[in-house]
């Protein structure tokens, strides 16, 4: 269950679309890029800050210890009071903070930089540097105790750090007296202000517009081509579309509009061979016809022309047939409610026993004449072979249901497929008049498949239903 939210959680985050993926990717490579290097550039923005901080300290250490050596004992506190610091105290005491213990390198090489500060490098006075990872209690006031809690705290999270340790200085002055430093890093200003969050938006911004131009450039071909490959599949007659974007996507274009060419040849080509047989079949036709109705009349001559009869109304039905295969109607949106509302009416005035279930309005992108043509035959064969057609529609998702019912004797389950064949007859089984030639379910899965859509017989204790799928999904050039 938990892996199921979680799939079904993520395909909603994740779009589906190339043209917002490629975008998600790339903002999210800049966004993990650009807080990295903030993430360093702030580790070394503290790190320069904090140099700068112990420079100062260590100067203002010394040119302190000199003005209170210059300065008379009465002077000594205001001077320390002005020193003063947030987060530098000063304070003179008979003592030295720090031990006499051994220094380590970098706190010899501090001892050495405060000597050269006074201008008596050479007196001998002893000077001492920690660099402690904790600070000292006793110089601390207690109104300040809280700004030191809060630096010991930080010191603690980045205790591997050594630019953020407290710095100890002790100079011994003249009187003997030490002059005792202690001092922590100071609070350092985010790197990421207000005018660095406007620049890196703006840096971003640049960077947007020309991913979703290059993105642009990549899927809206894509996108045109999808949409024109949807159309053919409809059986629309699709013009060469124009070849852009980069040079991969321009062979791509280059061979769907030579394959559309091809396939249009194709179809050209057998239509016109399929409709002129059936036009010459005429002249030979006509010539027996004639030859006959000179012969005497008698059982031989009626059944001659009975089968010139067939044989022309086959003629003539598969000319009607290529015409409707070769039609290039456009498509446009139709209301299919209203239409078989009309459609049930129509049957209805001509004496036909059909009834029509409103259902609620949906408008599909097809071809009108054609696809009457092939749901009027549907419904007509219905009323005539199964006594009544109830015809009903729902939607369903991105398809919509057209539902035939009759109340006839259905057709044996071995007869279902090859109703749909051309010249195939199911007078004997189900009506013994005459219904045609046998192109009329032909034509109408021809004109539904063309739709995109589906077709199926099925056998139920009231007769046959004949269900037809059509789709409702339209395609769009945008690239989202």
Not at 240 to 265: C, H, V, W
Not at 418 to 432: A, K, Q
Not at 443 to 472: F, Y
Request: overall charge neutral; glycine content about 4%; charged content about 25%.
């Amino acid at each position: 269950m938990i892996k199921r939210f979680s799939k079904l959680r993520s395909s909603r985050l994740w779009p589906k679309s190339l043209a917002s993926q490629m975008i998600l990717v790339v903002l999210s490579g800049m966004a993990m890029a650009l807080a990295i290097s903030l993430w360093m550039a702030g580790d070394a923005h503290k790190a320069a800050v904090n140099r700068i901080n112990q420079s100062m300290l260590i100067r203002q250490s010394a040119t302190l210890a000199e003005v209170l050596e210059a300065s008379p004992a009465s002077l000594h506190r205001s001077i320390l009071k002005t020193s003063r610091r947030e987060n530098a105290f000063f304070r003179l005491s008979d003592q030295s903070l720090v031990p006499a213990d051994n220094f380590s390198p970098e706190e010899q090489m501090l001892i050495s930089r405060i000597a050269r500060y006074f201008n008596d490098p050479d007196s001998g006075r002893q000077i001492r540097v920690n660099l402690a990872s904790e600070r000292s209690e006793e110089m601390i006031p207690p109104r300040r105790a809280r700004y030191w809690e809060e630096r010991r705290r930080d010191n603690e999270y980045r205790k591997h750090r050594p630019n953020l340790l407290f710095l100890n200085v002790s100079i011994q002055l003249k009187d003997g007296q030490w002059l005792n430093m202690q001092s922590a890093t100071p609070n350092v200003m985010p790197l990421l202000a207000k005018r660095t969050a406007f620049l890196m938006g703006i840096s971003t911004l640049c960077v947007l517009i020309g991913i979703i131009f290059m993105v642009r450039r990549i899927t809206r071909p894509i996108r045109k081509l999808s949409f024109a490959s949807n159309r053919l599949g409809l059986g629309e007659k699709i013009e060469p579309l124009r070849e852009e974007g980069p040079e991969d996507i321009r062979e791509l274009i280059r061979a769907f509009n030579l394959m559309n060419e091809r396939l249009q040849r194709f179809v050209a080509d057998r239509t016109r061979m399929l409709a002129a047989l059936s036009h010459d079949l005429r002249t030979p036709i006509t010539s027996m016809r004639l030859r006959v109705e000179l012969m005497e009349p008698g059982p031989d001559a009626d059944q001659l022309l009975a089968t010139l009869d067939e044989m022309h109304q086959m003629s003539e039905a598969t000319l009607a047939f290529m015409r409707q295969a070769s039609d290039n109607e456009p498509t446009r949106p139709v209301d299919l409610d209203a239409l078989l509302d009309s459609l049930c009416e129509d049957l209805q005035d001509i004496g036909l026993n059909v009834h029509y279930q409103e259902g609620q309005e949906v408008i599909a992108h097809c071809r009108l004449v054609s696809l009457k043509r092939a749901l009027r035959n549907l419904i007509e064969n219905a009323a005539k072979y199964g006594s009544v057609a109830c015809v009903s529609m729902s939607a369903e998702q991105d398809n919509v249901r057209i539902q035939i019912q009759d109340e006839g004797d259905g057709i044996p389950d071995a007869m279902i497929e090859r109703v749909f064949e051309p010249f195939v007859r199911m007078e004997e089984s189900r009506n013994r008049e005459t219904g045609g030639i046998g192109l009329g379910m032909s034509i109408a899965r021809n004109i539904i498949h063309s739709h995109g859509g589906d077709i199926q017989l099925e056998n139920n204790d009231r007769g046959l239903l004949v269900s037809i799928w059509l789709p409702l999904a339209t395609y769009t050039n945008s690239i989202f």
